[in-house]
Structure formats: structure tokens, C-alpha cells
């Protein structure tokens, strides 16, 4: 797979919810921004933070810190291996560092990238975690949870090369430099391994929800289990929900979940969303501060064999930016060669759901991939999925890591989530 950067062209026509659009008259009141290689929203826009000219880079998580700044952190190629895929798994050797880029004017300059961790192991990506004040940590002490590969405890064979510890590193300096790292050792399964990317939550009880799944690529297709790492001591301890492995929860008829992603809705609910391949996104309840679950079932949301990306607006409302498309009707196993799993990520809609996820409004258009297919496989061509999103004074800042490789920062007035366009609408 060739991984040079190439020139950015706009396509002349995409495909958008199986219409092909030409984009020099595109439907309704959408906007080609060609400084970005997307069709947006007209309330859509934004810059590259960052972009890539030989490597590539992969999932981009953000936050406010405390001290209000922005900082975005994800994996991009080292400066002693600059080409190839960044990815940890399947690596053998040192190929990506964590890199940061911070702005402290609320996004209009970013000033990276920098390496705060120093390792001599790949890492997957940032999973941020401020907790609320009072939790008994210091104040304004910032968390970074992720997948830890360690060269020692890590495997690329038998299918596994994906499953390594779960770990956490913290910053009491608003992420400048981060503490040696802590491995997760849950009480009912101390040797877990698995993989972690999903934003966590912070209950209000205090009580910390990280989703991992663990995955074996010797199985044709491939079989994946999703778990919930649950701790309630600001993660001294933890335990491994459901079961230990390999008891985790599965789509039935597919023999895969992963990627879940717990959001507190208070009063000790938690709603948590994850990824299969059944051509939905599924859901899973918890009514006890995350200690018992819901039999997983899914919603009425279209998407492919993709992650969901699941956050809470200002006033309480659940935005779930999803893709509104699925392909893939004959799953034989994720594959970044099939055209029909990576084009489905081309496009990013959204839906709101005002009770908890209890019911969803109509998908809403956001954004597509407007730039021409130039790499010699999909998964490169079409990127638009693990988007990141955190809201500032009525903005939603949207995080996109656009064809693996360029780090996009895009705002989004919450105002005008309602004002989105329907498919019906465009068309």
C-alpha cells in the first residue's frame, strides 16, 4: 500500500446515500470546502490542524483542559520510521508516537506537534478523562487511558496481535508531561488483554466506565467480545463486566461487538453504544452506576462495521454521529481492501435523542469525503470515521482524522443541529 501523500484533488462526483452528486451543483444548501476535501452542512467548517507527507496518523480524541486550552492528541509516525501504517497492531517494531497539538485560543491556531510521552512502544490512542472535582484526585489532574502494547506483553501472532494490556498514564500539569504508565489488572480476570480507543465516563457516583474488547483474527471471521472495565476507587481497583473472557457481550449471528462507549446520563444510568457488523449500531443499559447490564440489542441507526461516536450537548440531549450507510450485506470479516465495508465511511450524519437513547430523530446530514480516490486500497480512500467531539459555549468541535491522513478541526454551532438536513430534505 503506497503511503506517500498524495495531492489533494476534489472528486468530481460522489456517491451520497446511493445518489451520485456532482459536485460542481450540489443538492440543497450543501458547500464543497475545498481547503478541507469535504461537502459540508453550510453551519460546518473549520481547518487542518495537521497533515501527514508520508505516514499516516489515526484516531484524534480532544479535550478542554483545565486550564482551558484545547489538546488533541493522536498516533502518527515516528521521526526514525516517518512512512508506512502507524497502526501498533501487527508491529514489531517502534512506527508511532502519541503526538500532541494544543491551542489556546479555542482552536483558531494550534502550535505541535510534540511527543509528551516518551516510550519506546507504540501506542493506539488518547482516551481523556477529567474527573469532576471532588472525585479525590488532585485538581485539574488530567487522565490518558489506551491500549498499551508493551513489547513484553504483547503478542503479534495466533490472530492476537491486536490484544494488549489496558493502561493509563495521568498530568497534573494540563498535558504536558504525563506520569509512568498503570496497567489494569481487573480482579476477576488480572491477565486481561484486549483493545481500547472509545471514550470513557465518569459516573456521577464518582464511579469510572472504560469499554475494551478483545479480538482474535484466527477465527474466519473474525470473533471480537466487548467488556466494561468498572472501577469505583478512582482506578486503585477494577473489575471486568460482564464475565472474564471470554464471556463478553456479541452481536448473535455475527460473533463480534467491540468498541463501546459508556456515556453517564445521572441517577445512576448509563447508556453505552457500540460497534458490530449487523449493519446497525447497538445499544446496552445500565440502571446501577454500570455494575449490571441490559442484554445488548440495536438501534435504529444505519451503520457499517464502523465505531460509534456518541456524546452529550449542553443540555442534555445525546448527539450519535453515525455514517447512514451499510453495504457490506455479505460480512465476511473486516477488511480495509473491500470496497463496500470503507466506502460506507465516507459519510458522517448525526441523529439527537432527547431521552437517553431511548428514541432517535431523524439522521441529519454533516459531512462527506469530497476528495478523489488516489490510494490503492478503500480504508484510505474514504476515511471519515473516529471522529472526536467535546462542546465550548454552544460549539461542537468536531475531531476527524480524514483519510488517515490529515487531523481535521470543524465547529459546529449546537444551535443549528435541528437546522441540519434530512436525506429526504436534500433530495
Known amino acids: 500500500m503506497s503511503q506517500r501523500y498524495a495531492p489533494q484533488r476534489l472528486a468530481e462526483t460522489i456517491n451520497l446515500q446511493d445518489r451520485q452528486v456532482d459536485l460542481a451543483a450540489p443538492p440543497g444548501e450543501l458547500v464543497v470546502r475545498e481547503h478541507l476535501g469535504l461537502i459540508t452542512a453550510p453551519s460546518v467548517d473549520g481547518h487542518v490542524v495537521y497533515r501527514t507527507e508520508r505516514g499516516t496518523l489515526f484516531e484524534t480524541r480532544a479535550i478542554k483542559t483545565p486550564r482551558g486550552d484545547y489538546l488533541l492528541m493522536f498516533p502518527a509516525n515516528t521521526l526514525t520510521v516517518p512512512e508506512g501504517r502507524c497502526h501498533y497492531g501487527r508491529q514489531e517494531r517502534k512506527v508511532n508516537d502519541l503526538v500532541a497539538f494544543r491551542s489556546s485560543d479555542r482552536g483558531e491556531t494550534w502550535h505541535g506537534p510534540t511527543r509528551p510521552i516518551d516510550i519506546d512502544y507504540n501506542l493506539h490512542g488518547f ?48 498535558g504536558h508531561t504525563w506520569s509512568e504508565v498503570r496497567l489494569i489488572h481487573p480482579t476477576s480476570d488480572p491477565g486481561f488483554t484486549g483493545m481500547s480507543v472509545m471514550r470513557m465516563c465518569e459516573t456521577e457516583a464518582g464511579t469510572w466506565l472504560l469499554g475494551a474488547h478483545e479480538g482474535d483474527w484466527s477465527y474466519r471471521p473474525l470473533m471480537t467480545r466487548q467488556y466494561i472495565l468498572r472501577s469505583e476507587d478512582q ?12 464471556g463478553g457481550w456479541h452481536a448473535d449471528g455475527f460473533n463480534r461487538m467491540d468498541e463501546l462507549r459508556p456515556i453517564d446520563l445521572g441517577g445512576g444510568e448509563v447508556y453505552a453504544m457500540a460497534r458490530t457488523p449487523e449493519g446497525h449500531l447497538w445499544n446496552l443499559r445500565s440502571h446501577d452506576d454500570g455494575r449490571t447490564w441490559s442484554d445488548p440489542e440495536p438501534t435504529p441507526l444505519i451503520h457499517p462495521d464502523a465505531p460509534p461516536m456518541l456524546f452529550k450537548l449542553s443540555n442534555g440531549d445525546l448527539a450519535a454521529f453515525h455514517h447512514n450507510r451499510h453495504h457490506d450485506l455479505d460480512y465476511t470479516g473486516l ?67 480524514h483519510r488517515w491522513h490529515q487531523a481535521l478541526h470543524l465547529r459546529l454551532p449546537e444551535a443549528s443541529l435541528h437546522d441540519l438536513q434530512t436525506s429526504a430534505e436534500l433530495f
Open 235 to 246: 482506578g486503585q481497583s477494577w473489575e471486568l463486566l460482564p464475565h472474564a473472557r471470554h
Open 335 to 401: 477488511s480495509g481492501d473491500k470496497e463496500s465495508l470503507m466506502g460506507d465511511r465516507s459519510e458522517i450524519w448525526v441523529a439527537l435523542s432527547p431521552d437517553g437513547g431511548r428514541t432517535w430523530g431523524q439522521p441529519r446530514f454533516v459531512f462527506a469525503n469530497a476528495l478523489a480516490p488516489v490510494y490503492d486500497i478503500p480504508f484510505m480512500n474514504h476515511q471519515c470515521s473516529y471522529i472526536d467531539a467535546f462542546v465550548d459555549d454552544g460549539v461542537l468541535n468536531l475531531f476527524v482524522p
Open 127 to 174: 482516551i481523556p478523562l477529567t474527573p469532576r472535582a471532588g472525585s479525590g484526585v488532585p485538581e485539574g489532574r488530567i487522565y490518558c487511558f489506551g491500549t498499551q502494547p508493551i513489547w513484553a506483553l504483547h503478542t503479534t501472532r495466533c490472530g492476537l496481535h491486536e490484544n494488549a494490556p489496558i493502561g493509563f498514564r495521568y498530568s497534573d500539569d494540563d
